[in-house]
């Protein structure tokens, strides 16, 4: 008797011939989903958000109710040009802001309040009028010429958010403009650039709330003094720092100090340091200057405590208290408080607040719960470039161009790292996920799986090097969770031709052949395994919404999502091909069934079969079933009807046979043996 049934279809391990796979293997699985055991394919992608930057390569999906974060409408959208940039929310308990920072590598770390997010959509106008001289009201300056600019500083922004008013400024020609621009009560700066024909300009603000500058300057010279008046002796040396503190309560490091001497109790006059005018709404939004100044304990140690905290556009404090006052102030904790480097990119959050990102092979530490304080002290260097991070529980792993590196701690001062014993260079920032049992990232190995104190290739036995790195592009591959598996696809890269070679419009300057490529791998299900993906769109990016989990793929500047859970899906057509069947001794198999099922989406079907030996899969095809026998194709059927028994072609004898299924159907079982009458006890 020769006889098979394929049950419980089971995806690829190219590292094994197909000849010695398990019996419900495949030889070739593309866009299969096989976690019921029967053979479907995988849910095709729906669409879920068109982009409107027109380039946009990364985005991050603001929940419109975080009760309700999984609900994917109505959200809000931040949308950026560069693939590696990460955004991450306030570690900040209860933080009435509402904070998201972000950086990149190709712009210094920004920030912005959930509010200012949302109301970039919204419509609000102000207008500006420009007369004469005598009708300037709260500008810092009163006269202009071509090509000056000016900013409102003043304290008379409107207080509701779509409120209009009107700003009165010196024009350089006897003409009167009115300009329309957006701005809300957040934004209190505006400069107005006069060209030479006399048309003003706006720039500042373009229609949206504009995101700020991550960090507080330190004010860049230290505030100065008339002199100490007044008071009767004994006298004392004093030291006074300014700092600058923005409307979220973000407080920076302090200016150069001041040192001066007077008598105690008299009257110290201290002018504050001048504010860029761009920093008090339009690069940051700072709000408040806070004066520190020093008292001496009995054993000689200085220590800064606050003074008094005042607007940003105050010039001037008369400072006349006792330091039995002072000294029940909070002492000045910002000290090392720096703003991120402009390049510090790959941001993730560990446990207590810190949020880490790196440089080159520099690790940063943000101060716990102060995403805006960068202390350079807590910053680590690797032996090897960095090329991502991921976080493990309390564990930071720092996948880099040569070994693994973890590092943990409760605070960024007393961290620790480690070198992991195996060389698994990191291939691609994208294929880095963290995952409640490990890190995951690609080498030009396999897929590797970081724990605390290990590193493993934990596809080795499935996939060989060769396979792995021919499958995609491993240096442009990027991925996200789906289930239980891991989903990577390519993504674009550089073209063969230099850019400065030739005419750059005669040539394709990018690759997209990646970009339609993928693979799923499933690591805790041996019957999954490895399956290819593929795609006729090109995937500019691919990662998990942070709030639902669920896949997002941004292709044609749409962002599409995948949906395991629908239940009713458009199936991606799929391609099964069975491992290699060595008979006993040669034989033929005379006889074959397939049941199958139909899916909700699947098409209805042509009246007239096709019964070509050479065909592809139609539009108005359930599934085409072919047979090879020693490696030659005899057979090819049109799925119509479940479990119809099918008469294979006879005459000759083989030693191997192998069974493909091209459809968009579920498939549950295939049965072959050598007549009908052994078919029926399969």
């Known amino acids: 008797m020769v006889a098979i049934k394929l049950v419980e279809f089971g995806g690829m391990a190219p590292a094994l011939d197909s000849r010695l796979l398990e019996n419900n293997a495949a030889a070739e699985a593309t866009n299969t989903w096989l976690y019921s055991g029967a053979l479907i394919g995988i849910n095709q992608e729906k669409a879920l958000h068109t982009c409107t930057l027109g380039s946009t390569a990364k985005t991050y999906r603001i929940p419109e109710s975080y009760d309700l974060a999984g609900k994917l409408d109505n959200s809000l959208w931040l949308e950026f040009a560069n693939r590696n940039t990460d955004v991450i929310r306030s570690a900040v308990v209860n933080d009435t802001f509402d904070r998201y920072y972000w950086s990149s590598t190709s712009a210094a770390p920004k920030y912005n309040t959930r509010a200012r997010i949302a109301y970039t959509a919204k419509p609000r106008t102000a207008t500006v009028t420009f007369t004469n001289a005598t009708d300037i009201v709260n500008w810092t300056a009163n006269a202009l010429a071509v090509g000056d600019t000016v900013f409102f500083t003043g304290g008379v922004m409107p207080t509701g958010l779509t409120a209009s008013v009107t700003y009165y400024v010196t024009a350089p020609t006897t003409n009167n403009f009115k300009v329309s621009t957006t701005l809300s009560n957040a934004l209190q700066a505006i400069a107005i650039n006069f060209t030479t024909d006399g048309t003003p300009t706006i720039t500042g603000h373009t229609g949206a709330e504009n995101e700020f500058l991550l960090g507080v300057p330190a004010p860049p010279t230290a505030p100065t003094s008339t002199g100490v008046t007044g008071g009767a002796a004994p006298t004392s040396t004093r030291a006074y720092v300014v700092t600058w503190v923005t409307a979220y309560g973000e407080e920076g490091p302090p200016s150069p100090a001041l040192i001066i001497t007077?008598?105690?109790?008299?009257?110290?006059?201290i002018t504050f340091p001048t504010v860029d005018a761009n920093d008090i709404g339009i690069n940051r939004y700072l709000r408040k200057a806070r004066i520190y100044r020093t008292i001496t304990s009995i054993s000689g140690k200085a220590t800064y405590y606050l003074v008094t905290e005042q607007d940003i556009w105050a010039t001037l404090h008369s400072d006349t208290a006792a330091d039995s006052v002072v000294v029940g102030n909070t002492q000045l904790a910002s000290t090392n408080w720096i703003g991120p480097p402009s390049g510090l990119e790959g941001w993730v959050t560990m446990p207590n607040g810190i949020t880490v990102g790196f440089l080159n092979n520099e690790i940063w530490f943000s101060e716990p719960f102060r995403t805006h304080a960068w202390p350079s002290a807590y910053s680590l260097a690797t032996e090897y470039p960095i090329i991502g991070l991921g976080v493990i529980n309390q564990t930071l792993v720092v996948c880099t161009a040569g070994f693994p590196m973890t590092v943990s701690g409760v605070h960024p001062s007393i961290m620790t790292m480690s070198r992991l014993a195996a060389f698994e260079p990191c291939t691609s920032r994208g294929s880095i996920l963290s995952t409640p049992e490990g890190v995951y990232y690609s080498s030009f190995n396999g897929l590797v799986k970081v724990v605390p104190g290990r590193a493993d290739n934990i596809t080795k036995k499935l996939v060989t090097k060769d396979e792995w790195t021919k499958t995609f592009n491993v240096a442009t591959i990027v991925g996200a969770r789906l289930g239980t598996a891991i989903y990577y696809f390519g993504t674009i890269g550089a073209g063969v031709f230099e850019p400065n070679a030739f005419e750059t419009t005669a040539f394709v300057q990018e690759d997209t052949t990646s970009a339609r490529l993928g693979v799923l791998i499933d690591p805790t299900d041996k019957r999954v395994a490895f399956t290819h993906l593929s795609s006729s769109g090109v995937t500019v990016s691919l990662f998990n919404d942070q709030w639902s989990g669920d896949v997002f793929?941004?292709?044609?500047?749409?962002?599409?999502?995948?949906?395991?859970?629908?239940?009713?899906?458009?199936?991606?057509?799929?391609?099964?091909?069975?491992k290699i069947f060595q008979l006993q001794a040669k034989g033929n198999f005379g006889a074959m069934k397939v049941y199958f099922e139909a899916v909700s989406t699947s098409p209805a079907l042509n009246p007239t079969p096709n019964t070509n030996l050479i065909q592809t899969l139609a539009a108005d095809q359930y599934a085409l079933v072919r047979v090879y026998a020693d490696g030659t194709h005899i057979y090819t059927r049109e799925l119509r009807t479940s479990g119809e028994l099918w008469r294979l072609p006879g005459g000759?004898?083989?030693?191997?046979?192998?069974?493909?299924?091209?459809?968009?159907?579920r498939v549950m079982s295939l049965q072959a043996a050598s007549s009908p009458k052994e078919l029926t006890v399969v």
């Open 262 to 269: 007077g008598n105690t109790d008299g009257t110290w006059p």
């Open 553 to 578: 793929i941004i292709r044609n500047n749409i962002v599409y999502w995948i949906d395991p859970a629908d239940l009713t899906p458009d199936i991606t057509p799929y391609l099964w091909r069975s």
């Open 652 to 665: 000759f004898k083989a030693d191997f046979y192998q069974f493909e299924v091209e459809g968009r159907v």
